[in-house]
């Protein structure tokens, strides 16, 4: 099954989010109209931009999941999509990462912020 896909579809339904190709190569990303918020790599993983700052306040959270992996000194993180409830909490991520888009991002979040898996950072429109 690919879950990856399944997400997608889920997420392509959410008015706020634009289906475009992913700044790190990766074939499908879905953004906002000034950032990407989330991109797909392969049948089973995802990549959610938080920002660094939401990270660091939900890090102990996150690092409660096993779903879940954290890159040091990134904003993005990487859902592993086996199942539904990972779909969804990919869902809740997501959501949580279009609230971030809402307010200025903090001096410590100017920096590039790199893809995990090309070390490319993604361009802020």
Excluded: K
């Excluded at 008015?15 to 989330?38: F, H, K, M, N, W």
């Amino acid at each position: 099954m690919n879950t990856a896909r399944h997400a997608s579809e889920r997420l392509m339904s959410w008015p706020s989010l634009i289906a475009d190709r992913a700044a790190c190569g990766a074939e499908l990303g879905l953004r906002t109209a000034t950032q990407q918020i989330v991109h797909f790599h392969g049948e089973n993983e995802a990549d959610v931009h938080l920002t660094r700052a939401m990270v660091a306040r939900l890090r102990p959270a996150l690092l409660g999941s096993t779903a879940l992996r954290l890159r040091a000194g990134s904003g993005w993180v990487t859902v592993r999509l086996d199942t539904g409830s990972d779909i969804d909490l990919l869902a809740t991520l997501v959501s949580a990462a279009l609230q971030a888009t809402g307010a200025p991002y903090p001096a410590d979040d100017q920096a590039p912020d790199h893809c995990t898996r090309t070390g490319r950072p993604f361009a802020r429109s």
